[in-house]
């Protein structure tokens, strides 16, 4: 973390603005002017805890970090993160601005992934457009379908697989902060042959799904990014037909997150979160438990099944200048049918650090912990939830 740090100061330091015009000094005044030379580690505090504060009047601002990382499921890896806050053209200064986030990650282990997310507000916040889309090639694991599956370290299998993901929402405002609009999907997914093939239960190796639906977001929060006020309501509905799909189902999304100033610095977060498949999802299509964003800690993937159901509440607190931290709890659960619905909760805790290396625009590293020594080291931009 530290190298990736050191990265952005060596950046930084090499964008000082340089004078076009030669100025005339005299050596008196140049003698007088001899300014000593900050070492490595004060210019790497001062960059640490110092503050960013945005231009409201900032038409747009682009910022890239990049540098070495760690996770659990990639290892060590490059990682290189872009993000672009903006304002489109009639929007005023009061409105949280626009925001895209481009990433590349290249691990050690083979693992590569290219992704784009954006939040595009236009003028009066009338409209918004929402953008999500990665490619993926993953040296992972597969434990099979069904938490009885995942919960079984036998099931282990080795997974080489290369997935797509191209999604856009786009609403329009019904009432204050209540958003309705189409939602379109793409998902495509490929594995080679594994040791186990048993585990994908005849299922094809590579599946796609094409998708329609609607989206219905009621959002009060101040930002997207790294809220500290507000709640987020939000109800998707997506159809994978017959006619187009190998493997056909509807997919409900429910998310419910509200957000409270604590005390000073001081915030406490919360979230609930289910999405139920019916149908005949495909394995690569089916509720997944465990990623940067909920139930941190578990290996992505490792519990799979129709349905799924997580919560979590964090406490997020800033210790000095942009630094902060937070710790979290919560549960989770993969499921077939409502018979099996209470049985097998997972629980999941955690502890992290922020650094706010641009306005509401945070990088986190988080370790979460979770059943059995299940565990891991997460590294994100924006908060999790």
């Known amino acids: 973390m530290l190298l990736l740090v050191a990265v952005c100061v060596s950046s930084a330091a090499a964008q000082e603005v340089v004078p076009l015009v030669k100025e005339d000094v005299s050596p008196e005044v140049k003698a007088d002017s001899v300014v000593k030379k900050e070492s490595f580690f004060k210019r790497l505090g001062r960059y640490l805890t110092s503050t960013d504060e945005a231009d409201p009047r900032a038409i747009s601002k682009f910022s890239i970090i990049g540098g070495p990382h760690y996770d659990t499921e990639k290892k060590f890896g490059l990682g290189l993160v872009g993000t672009s806050q903006f304002r489109l053209r009639g929007c005023d200064e009061l409105m949280q601005p626009s925001n895209v986030s481009m990433s590349v990650d290249v691990s050690f282990r083979g693992f590569v992934s290219v992704g784009v997310k954006g939040n595009i507000f236009f003028p009066d916040d009338s409209k918004r457009l929402l953008v999500d889309a990665d490619f993926k090639y993953s040296p992972t694991y597969y434990w099979g379908m069904g938490y009885d599956n995942g919960d079984?370290?036998?099931n282990e299998t080795k997974m080489k697989k290369t997935s797509t993901m191209l999604r856009a929402d786009f609403m329009w405002r019904l009432a204050p902060h209540l958003y309705l609009g189409p939602m379109l999907e793409w998902q495509s997914a490929h594995t080679q042959p594994l040791e186990r093939p048993e585990l994908l239960e005849g299922q094809r190796m590579t599946v796609y799904n094409i998708g329609v639906g609607f989206t219905l977001d009621y959002d009060t929060r101040n930002y997207v990014t790294a809220p500290?006020?507000?709640v987020y309501l939000h109800y998707s509905q997506l159809f994978n037909p017959k006619f187009c799909?190998?493997?056909?189902y509807?997919?409900?999304d429910l998310r419910a997150c509200g957000y409270i100033g604590a005390?000073?610095?001081g915030v406490i977060a919360g979230e609930v979160q289910a999405q139920f498949n019916f149908g005949k999802p495909s394995w690569a299509a089916m509720a997944q438990l465990g990623s940067s964003n909920?139930?941190?800690?578990?290996y992505p993937g490792r519990y799979r099944d129709k349905h799924m159901v997580t919560a979590q509440v964090e406490l997020r607190q800033t210790i000095y200048g942009p630094v902060g931290a937070v710790v979290w709890g919560g549960a989770g659960t993969v499921f077939h049918n409502s018979d099996t619905f209470c049985?097998?909760?997972l629980p999941n805790f955690g502890i992290g650090?922020?650094?706010?290396f641009r306005p509401h625009v945070n990088i986190r590293l988080d370790y979460g912990f979770g059943k059995s020594r299940q565990n891991g080291f997460m590294f994100a931009i924006n908060e999790a939830f």
């Open 152 to 154: 079984n370290d036998a």
């Open 294 to 298: 909920s139930m941190r800690g578990y």
């Open 353 to 356: 650090l922020r650094w706010s």
């Open 263 to 265: 005390w000073r610095g």
């Open 245 to 248: 799909n190998k493997y056909y």
């Open 250 to 252: 509807t997919m409900t």
């Open 228 to 230: 500290t006020r507000g």
């Open 343 to 345: 049985n097998k909760v």
